[in-house]
C-alpha cells in the first residue's frame, strides 16, 4: 500500500490501561523503517519553516535527510552541531508551537514528526555508544556553571568545546536539573536518557561538583575569589514553589507539585527499594495546568489514585504540551475546567479530607492576551479528596541573588540581564534559562546556555 | 563519597559521627545543618551540625534513631562513607554571627537542650566561648543513662546546670524548672535558644513567654530538599509561611504555630512509625526530654 503522506506514521506507544499502571516511558520510539517512511514526509524545503521554528535552529532537513538515507549518526551529528541534549528534546519539546507548529506540511496534513525523529537519532546514537567528540585545545581559563539543568549543561558543553576548564556546581545530588526533578520517568527516562545525555557532557571534560550548594556552601564571589574562576553562569532555575494562599493549605495532603515530583523522580519513591516515601492518596486534586500539573496528576495516577485537573480557564488555553493532555485524557485523567479552589477543607487531626471549589467564566482578554476568567457568584461546591497538589507555578530561587553582591533581579525575582548574550549586571559573570525568564522550556533554557556560552567567549577575548 | 572518620555510642539510640566534607567545614556556622544520603536507595535525611573542624575539613553530627532511615544510618562504620552530604544549609544562630557580635555581647544567653538537641547547642555556645561571650546552658534528660556531651559543655558554658527527671543526676526536675529556679533566684536573661523536641521547645516558649525572655528555637519539620525547592518544610510564624530550609532553621519561638508545626511533622509516619512515635511522644509528655513539663 502507498505511504499516505498527509498523515504521520503511527508510534508505538504503551496501552492507557496498561501504563496507567507502571512508570515505564509511554512513547516507545520509531523503529529504523519508521523512522525511514517518516522522514520521506519532509519536502527539504528551500526555505524551510521549521528551522526559523526551532529556537536553537537545527538544521532539520538535513537531519531528517540523513535519517532518510539510512544514517542515523550522521543525523545525530547534525543535530548535536545545535543541540546538546536531543534525547531531551525529541521528547519534551513543545513542537506543536515551535517546530512542527510551522512545518509546510502541517498546511493541508499533518506536519512531519520532527520531534520523534530527533529522537530517534540520538536514541539509535547512544545505542551504538556514538559519543560527543571535543578536539579543542585547553585555553587555562576557568569558568564555573551553577546549576546541572538544561541551561547549565549546555553553556558548560559549549564552553568546554572552546577550550575552556569548566566546573558545574549542582546544588542536588544528582545533575540533570528539572530533567532528573520534575519530568517524571515514563516521559523522560532517567538512566537511558538523563544520564547519558549528562555523561555527554562530561565527555567533553566539564567537571560537575554534585552536593554544592551555591549561596550556602560557597558564594560566586568566593568562587571568583577564592577558587580562581574567572567567569560564571548562572543557570539555576525557577525552583520556587507558589502557593494559592487559601484557607486550608498548611494541612497535611497538600504539596507543592515541586515536593510531590522530587520525592517520586529524583528520589524515587514509586520504588520500593528506595527509602523516601510518598503519599498515596485515593482521590487527588492537583491545581493548575501546564506541564507540571499533567505530570503530578499522572503521577498520582500511577500510585493508584483517582485524579481531578482543576483549573481555572478553559481547555484552549490549557498551557501544557498537546501531547501530554492527550495522554494524561487517555489514561482516565478527570479535567475540571473553568474551575478554582477557595479553600482546602481539613479533618480534626490535620488532614485534607476536601476541596471547596467554584465554578469560573471567561471574560475579557488580560495582559497576556487570554481571556481572563471570572468566578460565577453562589457557584461553589465541595469535593472530597485526600491530597492536594498545587501546580501554580514557579519562580527563581532567591538564595543565590541574596548571596551575591551586585547582581539585580527583577520584581519577580528573576535575575536582570542585558543584551543576548545573557551579561548581569555584575562583571564577568551571565545568566540564562528559566532563573532569568521565570519558567520557561527546556529548549529556550538550553538556547540561553548556548549564547551566554558565546557571551562569556566574547568577554575574554576583549579581555 | 564523605568518609565516616570516627563513630560513637553517645547513649541509648543515640549516636556521634564525624565525617570529612572539606566544603562544608570551610563554610558552616553554629545552628546550620547538612543533609545526609547514605546511598542511591538512602533518603535525604537532615542533621543539624554539631562541631566543625575547618583544618580537618571534618563536621561532627548527632543523630537518634527514631525510624528507618536513621536506624540504618546507625548501621554504618568508621570508614564507610555517606554518598551525598550536602551544606551548610540553613541561616547561622543569630548569635553566632560576627556582624552581630556587639549586639550579642550585650545579651543574658541562656541555651536550653533537651535530649539530642543538647548536641546542636554545642557549637554554639562553643563559638560564643571563643568570642569571649558567656552563656547558660541548662541540659535536661529522663535520666542519668540518657546523658551526653555534659563534659563537652562544661568547658564552653559559664555555668552548667544539669537536670534529670527522676533526679538521677543534677537537679531533680525538668529544664522549665530550672529555669524558673535560677529566675526566682534574681537570675535574668534576654535570649533564650531551645532545642530539642518540638514539644518540649512548645513548653519552653511558654515559660520564657510569660518571663518575657526573648526565644529562638531550631524548628526541624519533615525537608526534602533543603534548598527551598520543594515547599515540604513550610512552618507558620506569626501567620507567614516560612521555608524553614532556606529562611530558617531558627525562628522566634513565640512566634511559631506549633500545633499545626507537630500536625504537619507526622505526614509520613507508617502506621507502625506513628504508634512509636505516640509511644515516644506519651514518655515526651512525661518530661522525656527533661525539658518540656509535656505532663504538667
Ligand atoms: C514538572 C515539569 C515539567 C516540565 N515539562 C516540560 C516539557 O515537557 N517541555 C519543556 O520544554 N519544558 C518543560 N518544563 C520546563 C523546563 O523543564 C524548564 O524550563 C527547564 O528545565 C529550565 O532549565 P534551567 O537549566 O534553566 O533550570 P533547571 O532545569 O531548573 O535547572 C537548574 C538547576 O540548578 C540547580 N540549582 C538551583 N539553585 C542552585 C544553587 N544555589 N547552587 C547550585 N545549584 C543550584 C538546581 O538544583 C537545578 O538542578 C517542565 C518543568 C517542570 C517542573
Ligand atoms: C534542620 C533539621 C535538623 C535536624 N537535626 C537533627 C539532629 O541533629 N539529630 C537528630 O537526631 N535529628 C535531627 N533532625 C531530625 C531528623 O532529620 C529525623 O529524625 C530523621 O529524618 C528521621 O528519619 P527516619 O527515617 O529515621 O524516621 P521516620 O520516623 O521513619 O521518618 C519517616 C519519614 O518522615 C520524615 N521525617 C520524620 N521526622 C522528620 C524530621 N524531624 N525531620 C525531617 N524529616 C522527618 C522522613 O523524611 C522520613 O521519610 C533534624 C531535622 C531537621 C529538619
Ligand atoms: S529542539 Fe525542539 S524545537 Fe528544535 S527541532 Fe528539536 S523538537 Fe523541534
Ligand atoms: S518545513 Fe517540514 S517539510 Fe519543510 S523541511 Fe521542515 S520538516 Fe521538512
Ligand atoms: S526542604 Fe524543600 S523547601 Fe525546604
Redo the contacts between chains.
Keep these: 500500500m502507498a505511504q499516505d503522506m498527509m498523515v504521520r506514521v503511527p508510534i508505538a506507544e504503551q496501552e492507557p490501561a496498561v501504563r496507567a499502571k507502571n512508570f515505564e516511558e509511554v512513547c516507545l520510539g520509531y523503529t529504523e523503517e519508521e523512522a525511514i517512511l517518516e522522514a520521506n514526509r519532509c519536502l527539504n524545503c528551500k526555505n524551510p519553516r521549521c528551522v526559523a521554528g526551532c529556537p536553537v535552529s537545527i538544521n532539520i532537513p538535513a537531519f531528517i535527510q540523513e535519517i532518510k538515507a539510512g544514517d542515523a549518526a550522521a543525523a545525530y551529528r547534525t543535530i548535536s552541531l545545535s543541540s546538546a541534549l536531543p534525547a531531551v528534546c525529541g521528547r519534551v519539546c513543545p513542537q506543536e508551537t515551535q517546530c512542527e507548529g510551522v512545518c509546510v506540511r502541517g498546511i493541508k496534513g499533518q506536519p512531519v514528526a520532527i520531534g520523534k525523529l530527533e529522537r530517534y537519532a540520538a536514541d539509535t546514537a547512544a545505542a551504538r555508544g556514538i559519543m560527543p567528540e571535543n578536539h579543542s585545545k585547553p585555553n587555562g581559563h576557568k569558568v564555573a556553571v551553577i546549576g546541572a539543568g538544561p541551561a547549565g549543561l549546555t553553556c558548560a558543553g559549549d564552553l568546554a568545546k572552546m577550550g575552556y576548564d569548566v566546573t558545574i556546581f549542582e ?3 544528582r545533575a540533570g536539573g528539572v530533567l532528573v ?1 520534575g519530568i517524571p520517568e515514563f516521559r523522560l527516562p532517567k538512566d537511558k536518557v538523563v544520564r547519558h545525555e549528562v555523561e555527554n557532557v562530561k565527555a567533553l571534560g566539564v567537571k560537575i561538583e ?4 551555591i549561596g ?3 558564594t560566586i564571589d568566593e568562587l571568583m575569589e577564592e577558587e580562581g574562576f574567572e567567569a560564571i553562569f548562572i543557570g539555576s532555575g525557577a ?3 507558589r ?1 494559592m494562599g487559601i484557607p486550608g ?5 497538600v ?2 507539585a ?2 510531590f515530583l ?2 517520586n523522580n529524583l ?2 519513591a514509586y520504588d520500593d ?5 510518598i ?1 498515596r492518596g485515593k482521590k487527588v486534586v492537583v491545581v493548575g495546568g501546564g506541564n507540571v500539573a499533567m505530570d503530578a496528576a499522572r503521577t498520582a495516577l500511577r500510585l493508584g489514585a483517582e485524579v481531578h485537573v482543576v483549573y481555572r480557564r478553559s481547555e484552549e488555553e490549557l498551557p501544557a504540551r498537546a501531547e501530554e493532555v492527550h495522554h494524561a485524557k487517555e489514561e482516565g485523567i478527570i479535567f475540571d475546567l473553568l474551575q478554582n479552589p477557595t479553600e482546602i477543607l481539613v479533618d480534626e ?2 488532614w485534607v479530607k476536601g476541596c471547596r471549589i467554584i465554578k469560573m467564566e471567561l471574560g475579557e482578554p488580560d495582559e497576556s492576551g487570554r481571556r481572563r476568567p471570572v468566578e460565577i457568584p453562589g457557584s461553589e461546591y465541595e469535593i472530597s479528596c485526600d491530597t492536594v497538589i498545587m501546580s501554580l507555578g514557579t519562580s527563581p ?3 543565590i541573588s541574596h548571596t551575591t553582591k551586585g547582581l539585580e533581579t527583577n520584581r519577580r525575582g528573576c535575575i536582570v540581564t542585558e543584551g543576548e548574550f545573557g551579561a548581569t549586571t555584575k562583571e564577568a559573570v551571565y545568566a540564562g534559562g528559566d532563573a532569568v525568564t521565570g519558567a520557561a522550556t527546556v529548549i529556550l533554557a538550553m538556547g540561553a546556555g548556548k549564547e551566554a556560552a558565546k557571551g562569556i567567549d566574547q568577554y575574554f577575548k576583549n579581555k | 563519597m564523605y568518609q565516616i572518620l570516627s563513630k560513637a555510642k553517645l547513649a541509648d539510640k543515640i549516636f556521634e559521627m564525624v565525617v570529612r566534607a572539606p566544603r562544608v567545614a570551610h563554610k558552616c556556622l553554629p545552628g546550620q545543618f547538612i543533609i545526609a544520603k547514605i546511598d542511591e536507595t538512602g533518603e535525604r535525611i537532615p542533621l543539624t551540625i554539631c562541631d566543625y573542624d575547618r583544618e580537618e575539613g571534618t563536621i561532627t553530627i548527632v543523630f537518634q534513631t527514631v525510624g528507618a532511615s536513621t536506624e540504618r544510618m546507625s548501621f554504618l562504620e568508621a570508614g564507610e562513607a555517606f554518598e551525598d552530604f550536602i551544606g551548610p544549609l540553613g541561616r547561622p544562630s543569630v548569635l553566632c554571627l560576627e556582624e552581630n557580635l556587639d549586639k550579642t555581647r550585650e545579651k543574658k544567653i541562656v541555651f536550653i537542650c533537651g535530649g539530642v538537641g543538647t548536641a546542636p547547642i554545642y557549637p554554639q555556645v562553643k563559638w560564643l566561648k571563643e568570642h569571649g561571650i558567656p552563656a547558660t546552658v541548662i541540659m535536661g534528660s529522663r535520666n542519668k543513662d540518657l546523658l551526653f556531651y555534659v563534659d563537652n559543655m562544661k568547658e564552653v558554658a559559664e555555668h552548667l546546670y544539669v537536670c534529670t527527671d527522676d533526679g538521677s543526676y543534677g537537679f531533680h526536675g525538668m529544664g522549665t524548672n530550672q529555669l524558673q529556679a535560677l529566675w526566682d533566684q534574681g537570675d535574668r536573661f534576654d535570649h533564650c535558644v531551645a532545642i530539642g523536641p518540638m514539644i518540649m521547645m512548645k513548653f519552653v516558649c511558654k515559660l520564657t513567654a510569660e518571663l518575657g525572655i526573648h526565644t529562638e528555637v531550631s524548628m526541624n519539620p519533615i525537608m526534602v530538599d533543603g534548598t527551598g525547592m520543594c515547599g515540604a518544610c513550610r512552618i507558620l510564624v506569626g501567620d507567614e509561611v516560612k521555608f524553614a530550609c532556606v529562611d530558617g532553621p531558627e525562628f522566634d519561638g513565640h512566634k511559631v504555630d506549633w500545633d499545626a508545626a507537630m500536625v504537619r511533622q507526622q505526614q509520613y509516619k507508617t502506621a507502625e512509625g506513628r504508634a512509636m512515635l505516640a509511644l515516644k511522644e506519651g514518655k515526651t509528655h512525661h518530661g522525656g526530654c527533661g525539658n518540656c513539663g509535656g505532663d504538667r
Excluded: I
Aim: net charge negative.
Design positions: 546544588a542536588l545530588h526533578y554534585e552536593n554544592v550548594v550556602r556552601s560557597v525552583g520556587l514553589p502557593f493549605e498548611q494541612a497535611n495532603g504539596f507543592s515541586n515536593e522530587t520525592r528520589m524515587k527499594d528506595y527509602d523516601t516515601p503519599s487531626k490535620g530561587n532567591p538564595l
